[in-house]
T-cell receptor, first 112, second 115 residues
Framework: ETGVTQTPRHLVMGMTNKKSLKCEQHLGHNAMYWYKQSAKKPLELMFVYSLEERVENNSVPSRFSPECPNSSHLFLHLHTLQPEDSALYLC???????????FGPGTRLTVT | AQSVTQPDIHITVSEGASLELRCNYSYGATPYLFWYVQSPGQGLQLLLKYFSGDTLVQGIKGFEAEFKRSQSSFNLRKPSVHWSDAAEYFCAVGVWETSGSRLTFGEGTQLTVNP
């Protein structure tokens, strides 16, 4: 596979569930990102990782927990989410932080 | 802090017509500038980027954009729109600061193409 892949593409979960989103990049990049895209809102940057180290956390609630075990993989662990967390979650990567970002197809999350 | 404005929330054009999508930014120095496109249910795809040099940049799918420093603008253009261009378009500004770098996105312009 090439580019940035995300699994699952769709996820429905209850508020008491625990689930994880996975992102993998095949571009040899050193930086990875999580974004939240809600209807009628600008793209919201959630987390930034550079060489597996978190370099930015934009006041994201603790019910979202990122993990970056290596420069190719990024996870977003979810627990006790709220209905307002329903959104498209996009992963992106770039050669280094600040360079153009390449996006995955996203995970459409619905919290019931 | 930098900001990005896309003044047009929704634009409708006829197939074959020309297109211009507006993007204005606010930043004290010259930023890096990007245009992305997003089809329904998909992620964002990079159309083109401006880092320095020639202010008219060519991108994929026949798109181009022109950086105008005096107007703080980076408008996206296409001479003849195809039905497959219907999508949402995002302008983004990247800046380097001592605290790190950041990419800020505009709110997007939804493009509808009429047959």
């Amino acid at each position: 596979e090439t580019g940035v892949t995300q699994t699952p593409r769709h996820l429905v979960m209850g508020m008491t569930n625990k689930k994880s989103l996975k992102c993998e990049q095949h571009l040899g990049h050193n930086a990875m990102y999580w974004y939240k895209q809600s209807a009628k809102k600008p793209l919201e940057l959630m987390f930034v990782y550079s060489l597996e180290e978190r370099v930015e956390n934009n006041s994201v609630p603790s019910r979202f927990s990122p993990e970056c075990p290596n420069s190719s993989h990024l996870f977003l662990h979810l627990h006790t989410l709220q209905p307002e967390d329903s959104a498209l979650y996009l992963c992106a990567s770039s050669r280094e932080v600040g360079y153009e970002q390449y996006f995955g197809p996203g995970t459409r999350l619905t919290v019931t | 802090a930098q900001s990005v404005t896309q003044p047009d929330i929704h634009i409708t054009v006829s197939e074959g017509a020309s297109l211009e999508l507006r993007c204005n930014y606010s930043y004290g120095a010259t930023p890096y500038l990007f245009w992305y496109v997003q089809s329904p249910g998909q992620g964002l795809q990079l159309l083109l980027k401006y880092f320095s040099g020639d202010t008219l940049v060519q991108g994929i799918k026949g798109f181009e954009a022109e950086f105008k420093r005096s107007q703080s603008s980076f408008n996206l253009r296409k001479p003849s729109v195809h039905w497959s261009d219907a999508a949402e378009y995002f302008c983004a500004v990247g800046v380097w600061e001592t605290s790190g770098s950041r990419l800020t996105f505009g709110e997007g312009t939804q493009l509808t193409v009429n047959p």
